[in-house]
């Protein structure tokens, strides 16, 4: 059973910086490739960040140079690194992984950035 458990949001002001952390299990987990995703109040959720599984990453345009992700493959975790954050960066932070065609999602984290 594929789990993914994410946590680390928060509350910050703008500029300031969160480290988000997903656990997965039910996967071998070195050979997946791992997504976090961003769902804005009102919108659809979004791709911003993808690592593959020998560690190749790729990032949407708006977090390119702020947003680092990462992965620990002795804890099975993925994780993203978030600075200067901005109020566009609000959200449900999610990890993913599609697992034999099928895509999991975890709980979500909310991330929420306001001075």
């Known amino acids: 059973q594929v789990r993914l458990v994410e946590s680390g949001g928060g509350s910050v002001q703008p500029g300031g910086s969160l480290r988000l952390s997903c656990a997965a299990s039910g996967i071998n987990f070195k050979l997946y490739a791992m997504d976090w995703n961003h769902q804005a109040p009102g919108k659809a959720r979004k791709l911003v960040a993808r690592?593959?599984?020998?560690?190749?990453?790729n990032y949407t345009e708006s977090v390119k140079g702020r947003f680092t992700i990462s992965r620990d493959n002795v804890w099975n975790r993925v994780y993203l690194q978030m600075n200067n954050l901005n109020p566009d960066d609000t959200g449900v932070y999610y990890c993913?992984?599609?697992?034999?065609?099928?895509?999991?999602w975890g709980q979500g984290t909310q991330v929420t950035v306001s001075s």
């Open positions: 993913s992984v599609n697992h034999r065609g099928r895509q999991y």
């Open positions: 690592i593959e599984s020998r560690g190749t990453t």
